[in-house]
Nanobody, 117 residues
Framework: QVQLVESGGGLVQPGGSLRLSCAAS????????MGWYRQAPGKERELVAH???????NYADSAKDRFTISRDNAKNTVYLQMNSLKPEDTAVYYC???????????WGKGTLVTVSS
């Protein structure tokens, strides 16, 4: 069993920054790709950023040049540095992780990010 726990969400003013973290725990020998998704009220969940075990990344157009995804494989943790936040970034942010040995993808319960003045 694998658990993902996000942290770092909160209320921030437009133009501000937040750093989200997601730590994986449980019976893990290795983690494959990890990602951040978000779901705004009334909208579907969407990809924000994705990082492979090799470190290669890809971003949604809305996140390019403002967000940076990174990971610490020793800590089984993925991060999302969010800068120049906008009100439209308001959403619940979820992380996920592929665990090849368990042939499964796991999700955290989410952390709320609110961008408002």
């Amino acid at each position: 069993q694998v658990q993902l726990v996000e942290s770092g969400g909160g209320l921030v003013q437009p133009g501000g920054s937040l750093r989200l973290s997601c730590a994986a725990s449980g019976t893990i020998f290795s983690i494959g790709a990890m990602g951040w998704y978000r779901q705004a009220p009334g909208k579907e969940r969407e990809l924000v950023a994705h990082i492979r075990s090799s470190g290669s990344t890809n971003y949604a157009d809305s996140a390019k040049d403002r967000f940076t995804i990174s990971r610490d494989n020793a800590k089984n943790t993925v991060y999302l540095q969010m800068n120049s936040l906008k009100p439209e970034d308001t959403a619940v942010y979820y992380c996920n992780a592929d665990v090849p040995g368990l042939r499964s993808t796991y999700w955290g319960k989410g952390t709320l990010v609110t961008v408002s003045s």
